[in-house]
């Protein structure tokens, strides 16, 4: 995540990186915004998207095989993808339609669900859509990865060393 994160343009400034557990999370890469973000662009959430697949795909990298410590992470780009198509109207193929929204209930003030309002074929279609962000921005990530991977070993070995490093030691690694 935290290659990742430093190679996009048009991501938050990373902070810091550790691989100390903390509650269901096997380690963090912590970064901050710049300045305040009062909306995500369609590049932002995409580099989002792609800072989360970095760690599936440096496992599949560096140890070629898969495990279930990516499924967070999967879970939140694949939500972040389907909120670009069903809620923000971020793609062409779909244009700027609600596709999904959501119910709310005024006196317990929760979500209770989503209602759909579109056929069989349009949910097939968002489903391909969303499939394709994320299976793009994973190719994009595979690409960094492969052309950094020295890098990404440099900073994994320091990682191992120092178990949390900030962002001037990450600078001096990854620089």
Known sequence: HALITHLMEH???????????????????FSLPEKDRYTMDKRYLEAQIAILLGGRAAEILIFNQKNTGASNDIERA???????VT???????????????KKQDPFLGRDMGETSNFSETTAVKIDEVVRSIIEEQME??????????????????????HEVLDREEILDVLD
Not at 88 to 101: F, H, Q, R, S
Not at 140 to 146: A, D, G, K, M, W
Not at 149 to 158: H, R
């Open 11 to 29: 991501s938050d400034t990373l902070h810091k990186l550790t691989i100390i557990p903390r509650g269901m999370s096997l380690g963090i890469t």
């Open 78 to 84: 694949t939500d972040i993808a389907r909120r670009m």
């Open 87 to 101: 809620e923000w109207g971020m793609t062409d193929e779909l244009g700027p339609i609600v596709y999904a929204k």
């Open 140 to 161: 994009r990530v595979n690409s960094l990865l492969e052309e950094h991977k020295e890098t990404l070993i440099t900073l994994s070995e320091a990682l191992l060393e």
